[in-house]
Structures are given as structure tokens and as C-alpha cells.
């Protein structure tokens, strides 16, 4: 096996419960314990009532297409077996959006609006990054 | 208080634009400043501000060009190495000389792109690898970099919401080659057509090659002091009318309208307010009265979504609005008449900048705006500043 050799997630003291959680194939993010709003990145207040109170929760990993791209240019060495390949946002059912690549769907059937779930991708023995396929239920 | 009129811009001078690495940025922004002085009847010893919005490594910085140039400064500024602050730094300016910290700022661009294009996009995207993600919404861990693929999640979302498609959009760069064509500075003159534009390999799809801005080098410098002074100049002083900042927050994405839904950007149906465009009220006119639009064009639904921005049409409209020649040299609304980024050269917006001052001027011979008095600067970031004659 030959190493994993693209970019991988800066880990900081804000968003490791995020990767934790996707190295146990969870998709977790920050909900404000006052107001219950969920929001990405994380970050150390409640972007609506700035509390400082958080927990990590557990979401459905479901969601939405709002956009996507197909890179055709040649930027990363490391990416370049892959192109053309496409990169996806995501509208999570519970709000935020995250950005991923969208996995065994041709780039030429990817449309906004097509339902979509996340699935997990161990890319080194420390970081499993969430990935979207399309959704089967 | 307000600053409308209060100050003037009293001189420009541009370096030559070029595709191929010729000069270090310091050697083309030295031209474009003594360039400046001379088009203004300045001496250099009266110019004690500077700012500067493209430093190091794309650029040069105020403190190595204020002792290169042998300049006495009280008042220096520079921000982040983003085109997106020429209007804030021209907007700085205007109000170190409006309030007596200065009293003629140099605002100084001189950038290679060339030498730096790495920065662009791929290994050397280090701003991509932000906790939050970068300012264009790369994230390299999923191979999305570049600030092409900002414009590109944007009017994505804007064709499917919209009905808009990438020969709509080619309208844009096809209007800006034809104004290049009349500018002998500019450097891509030879015609582009709707064939060209949709046969060009996308960069990041949707965006074609046509649709991104040139990686060139160049310099501009803008003399900016005040209106009593500038009355006294060489030519004719071009009066900075109004001005509005720029915008930041949840509702915003740097490359698109707000509302769109880009990253974490509330949706939301953007319509927009008198409030939202205080610009037009500093000035004293409305959108009618704007002779010449320009737009930092990076990528060419930039221009969609200022025309969307500023109302001067509606949302979703754009795409429609812009053909037709509508923004072209002799169209109901003008834009870019040099060429812009797409077509003249990336001086970050600042070619734009001194590209109005000679139109207002009427210097610009085959491409001049007839009868042209006033002239807005605005950006899909939503910062503008308005200037007359």
C-alpha cells in the first residue's frame, strides 16, 4: 500500500471532536446548548446568541447537493489520477453545509438538489474523512 | 459629515501589463509611481500617504516602497494580500486626506502573478488550509482550491436556481475582449467569440478558460488628495463623490449575492435596500446616472452578481440582462471598458481604477464613454466608491 499522499484536515483544539468522531465513522457536529442551533466549522460561540455552550452531537449524515464543481485543471499532483473529479457542498438536514467529494455517481448525473448520504473514507490510520454517495433509502 | 467631493484624485500612471515575467513588482510599481507623479504635476516630497492592498509575496509591501522611492510617509496602510480590498484601500486613502493624516496618498499595485502562480491554487494554497476553510471555500483535503472554484460553486447554484447557462455567461468575457480591442495596453486583443468561449477547456466547471482573469504582472498607482489641491493639478481632478465598505458576515459569500447559499451563507431572496447602497445617496445620483461600471472581474459571474448587488437589475436577471451588448463600450451600461482583469491584465482592479480616471478625463480616444461625468466602482463583495468629473 502506498501512502496516502493529498492534503489532509488541519486537526485543531476546535474541530477535533469532528474528526474523532469520523475515525468511529460518525458525523457529529456542534450544537449551541442555549438556542440549539447546529453549526460548522466548528468554532467556540454560537454564531446566533454567542454562548459558549456546546455540546457534539450525532447527525443523520443526510442531506441535499446546494452546489458542486468538476475540477478539469491540474492543481494538486495528487489529485491528478482523479481528474475530472468533482467536489460537492452539502446541505445537512439539520442546516450546515459541508463540503466533500460525491463518490460512485459519474459527474455527469451529480445535480443540485439530489439526496445524498455520507459514508467514510479512512485515509490514513488517524483520519477518516466523510465522503457523500447517493442516498439508497 | 460627509466625504462627498472632499477629495479628488489627481494623478495615475500604469506600468507596462505582460504575460511573460519581465520586471520584479518593484521595478513596474517604481514606473507606475513616477508615472503617476508626472501625469499629476506632483513632486514626489508632497506624497506622504501610502496604501497598499497586494503586498508580499504577490506584490510589494509599504515599507521596502516608501524607502526605495525615498518617500517620507505619515500615514501607510496596507491589507491583506486580496483584490478584494482595492476599494477599501482607495477608500482608506480618500479619508486619511479627508480627516488631515495625509495630504496626497499614493495607492500602489505592483503584483506578479507569474512568479507567483502557485499561490493560486494546489500545493501552495496555504490560506486554503484555514481551520474554517479558505476565503474562496477551497479545502484541499477534497482537492478544492483555487479561487476559480469559489466562482464556480456560486454560479453553479446560480444556472440550476436561475435557468442561466455558461453561453449566457460568455456574454461577459466577450464584451471585455471587444473594449481590450480598443486598448493598446491591453493584453489579449484578438477577438473571442461565443465558439471560442464554449470550445475553451473548463478550468473548474463551469468556468471556461474565458471565464477566469489573466495571470499577468503590471502596475498601477492612483494619487489620491484633496479636491482644492487636486483643482490645481495638471489635468482634470476626478472627484471621489461616495462611497460605501465592504461586506462580511453570515449572509455573505466573497463570490456571489447575498442569499445564494454558498458555503455557510443564509438563503434567502436578496432584494437590495436604499441602506444597502448608501453609496448612490453619498453621491448624489442613482444608478441611472452611472455613464461606466466597473467590476473586479476575476471570474466572469462577478459581473452577474454586481449588476445583481448594486440593482441595477434583478435577482436572477443577469444572465439575461447582459446580452445584447448591454455592457459593452456602446450598451446601455458600459463595464470594464479597458478590458478588465478577463482581458486587460490582473492589476487587481487597480487598471479598472485608473482606467475610470481616464475615461472622466475623456483620454481614452476609440474606447471612450461619451459624455461621460460619472463613473462607479463596485464589487460582488458589495464595497463601491463613485467618482465624476
Known sequence: MTAYGKPLPRITPDNRPFWD??????????????????????????????????????????????????????????FAADLPYNVVQVQLDEGPRLTANLVNVPNAEITIGMRVEVVFDDVTPEVSLPRFRRATT | ??????????????????????????????????????????????????????????????????????????????????GRFVGPTLQHAAMAVATGLARCVACVCGVSFIQERGLLGGPGDFEGTREEGGTHEE??????????????????????????????????????????????????RSPLTLEDHQASRFVVEPLHLFDCCLVSDGAAVVLVTSAERARDGARTPVFIAGMQGMRAGPDEFLFATPGLGIGQQREFRYTPTEEQLSVYRMAGVTQKDVDALYTYDAFSPLVWFVLERFGFCGLG??????????????????MNTSGGLLSE??????????????????????????????MQWATAWGDSTIFHS
Open chain 2, 139 to 188: 479545502n484541499p483535503v477534497y482537492g478544492l482550491t483555487a479561487p476559480a472554484a469559489g466562482a464556480a460553486l456560486s454560479v453553479q447554484r446560480y444556472f440550476a436556481l436561475y435557468g442561466a447557462t455558461s453561453a449566457e455567461l460568455g456574454a461577459v468575457p466577450i464584451a471585455f475582449r471587444k473594449h481590450a480591442a480598443l486598448n493598446p495596453a491591453a493584453i489579449m
Open chain 2, 1 to 82: 459629515m460627509t466625504i462627498r467631493d472632499r477629495t479628488a484624485i489627481i494623478g495615475v500612471g500604469t506600468s507596462r501589463f505582460s504575460k511573460a515575467p519581465t520586471e520584479t513588482p518593484m521595478r513596474l510599481a517604481a514606473q507606475a509611481f513616477k508615472s503617476a507623479l508626472a501625469d499629476g504635476g506632483v513632486s514626489r516630497d508632497e506624497v506622504d500617504g501610502l496604501v497598499i492592498n497586494i503586498g508580499w509575496p504577490l506584490g510589494v509591501d509599504y515599507d521596502r516602497f516608501a524607502e526605495a522611492l525615498g518617500l517620507r510617509i505619515r500615514f501607510a496602510d496596507q491589507s491583506w494580500t486580496h
Open chain 1, 21 to 78: 468522531a469520523t475515525r468511529r465513522h460518525e458525523l457529529a457536529l456542534q450544537r449551541c446548548a442555549e438556542c440549539r442551533r447546529f453549526r460548522y466549522p466548528p468554532a467556540p460561540v454560537c454564531t446566533e446568541c454567542l454562548s459558549e455552550r456546546v455540546e457534539w452531537v450525532a447527525v443523520s449524515g443526510r442531506g441535499t447537493v446546494s452546489t458542486f464543481v468538476v475540477f478539469h485543471h491540474r492543481y494538486f499532483p495528487s
Open chain 2, 345 to 374: 491584465a490582473h492589476v487587481s482592479g487597480w487598471n479598472s481604477i485608473a482606467e475610470i480616471v481616464r475615461q472622466l478625463r475623456g483620454d481614452c480616444g476609440e474606447r471612450q464613454v461619451r459624455g461621460a461625468r460619472v
Open chain 2, 317 to 334: 436577471e443577469a444572465a439575461a440582462w447582459t446580452q445584447k451588448g448591454r455592457i459593452e463600450l456602446h450598451g446601455e451600461l458600459p
